[in-house]
């Protein structure tokens, strides 16, 4: 048991794999940030008052809903392909088309998105 | 081509150990949210919100169908939208997207933490986080 890793962070923040190690890491990302402010939007909605408005009033910035926007739909779109090709396991040899599909679900989703929300924030 | 062990069916694996029954599960639970959120979109397109919300609170609705949600949009009345029907789809979605975060936050947490006391006390902490996060999101549903 425990760590025997001979790489160090810079050599590990270096690393490219294939299109699987960038989904990958964004997929966990994701996950993590979801995790942590939907936690904390929880407990901000059940303490309320002013510490839980003011937790909560995070949301509504333009920069925090691109970021949350980001780990929601990548999280979303690269898990139901995991949740395919896991389920299906023969399709499993595509998966390099899989990853290019769901960057083309992605990408335009996406920026259409947050080019919506930085209109509405940067317009009034 | 030989059959690698990843190519294997579902069935041929066997889902013996909690580890294999969790990797299952986070699948399907997927699935399931996938299924939810798709629930509180249609509802809340039956329920008026083409006309009366904005496409950012239907998601946000959608992505949990909480009446406090939609307090701030233009429906003109939302009784509807906290009958029973969507606090239990609230529920079920506050439960299933629980679990599958938790048990993300584990798998996350097992990359790190090798050591079998260490993985023991990240479980603990994991179901302490779980029922608490649970407890609170149910009651958040059923009083608002």
Same mark, same amino acid.
């Given at each position: 048991?425990?760590?025997?890793?001979?790489?160090?962070?810079?050599?590990?923040?270096?690393?490219?794999?294939?299109?699987?190690?960038?989904?990958?890491?964004?997929?966990?990302?994701?996950?993590?940030?979801?995790?942590?402010?939907?936690?904390?939007?929880?407990?901000?909605?059940?303490?309320?008052?002013? +510490?839980?408005?003011?937790?909560?009033?995070?949301?509504?910035?333009?920069?925090?809903?691109?970021?949350?926007?980001?780990?929601?739909?990548?999280?979303?779109?690269?898990?139901?392909?995991? +949740?395919?090709?896991?389920?299906?396991?023969?399709?499993?040899?595509?998966?390099?088309?899989?990853?290019?599909?769901?960057?083309?679900?992605?990408?335009?989703?996406?920026?259409?998105?947050?080019?919506?929300?930085?209109?509405?924030?940067?317009?009034? | 081509?030989?059959?690698?062990?990843?190519?294997?069916?579902?069935?041929?694996?066997?889902?013996?150990?909690?580890?294999? *029954?969790?990797? #299952?599960?986070?699948?399907?639970?997927?699935?399931?949210?996938?299924?939810? *959120?798709?629930?509180?979109? #249609?509802?809340?397109?039956?329920?008026?919100?083409?006309?009366?919300?904005?496409?950012?609170?239907?998601?946000?609705?959608?992505?949990?169908?909480?009446?406090?949600?939609?307090?701030?949009?233009?429906?003109?009345?939302?009784?509807?939208?906290?009958?029973?029907?969507?606090?239990?789809?609230?529920?079920?979605?506050?439960?299933?997207?629980?679990?599958?975060?938790?048990?993300?936050?584990?798998?996350?947490?097992?990359?790190? #933490?090798?050591?079998?006391?260490?993985?023991?006390?990240?479980?603990?902490?994991?179901? *302490?986080?779980?029922?608490?996060?649970?407890?609170?999101?149910?009651?958040? *549903?059923?009083?608002?």
């Amino acid at each position: 048991m425990g760590l025997k890793r001979e790489v160090g962070l810079s050599a590990g923040l270096r690393y490219k794999g294939p299109g699987g190690y960038l989904t990958y890491i964004l997929h966990r990302i994701g996950g993590l940030g979801m995790a942590i402010f939907i936690t904390v939007h929880i407990l901000a909605s059940f303490v309320g008052g002013r +510490t839980g408005g003011f937790l909560n009033g995070m949301y509504e910035n333009w920069a925090f809903q691109i970021f949350i926007f980001f780990c929601a739909l990548f999280h979303a779109i690269n898990g139901l392909r995991i +949740t395919i090709l896991d389920l299906f396991p023969k399709l499993i040899e595509y998966q390099p088309e899989a990853i290019w599909i769901e960057w083309a679900v992605f990408l335009p989703l996406f920026g259409l998105s947050a080019f919506v929300i930085l209109r509405t924030a940067l317009g009034g | 081509m030989t059959t690698k062990s990843r190519n294997l069916s579902i069935k041929q694996r066997g889902l013996t150990n909690f580890e294999a *029954i969790m990797w #299952i599960f986070t699948r399907l639970s997927a699935l399931a949210i996938y299924g939810l *959120i798709l629930v509180g979109l #249609i509802g809340a397109l039956m329920m008026g919100a083409r006309e009366q919300m904005n496409f950012a609170d239907v998601m946000r609705w959608a992505f949990m169908p909480n009446v406090t949600h939609v307090q701030s949009t233009d429906l003109q009345d939302l009784n509807p939208w906290m009958s029973p029907f969507w606090k239990l789809t609230a529920s079920a979605l506050l439960l299933v997207a629980t679990a599958h975060g938790v048990h993300g936050l584990v798998v996350i947490a097992d990359d790190y #933490i090798a050591g079998a006391g260490g993985r023991k006390f990240v479980r603990f902490l994991s179901v *302490i986080m779980m029922v608490s996060l649970m407890g609170m999101g149910l009651w958040l *549903i059923w009083t608002s």
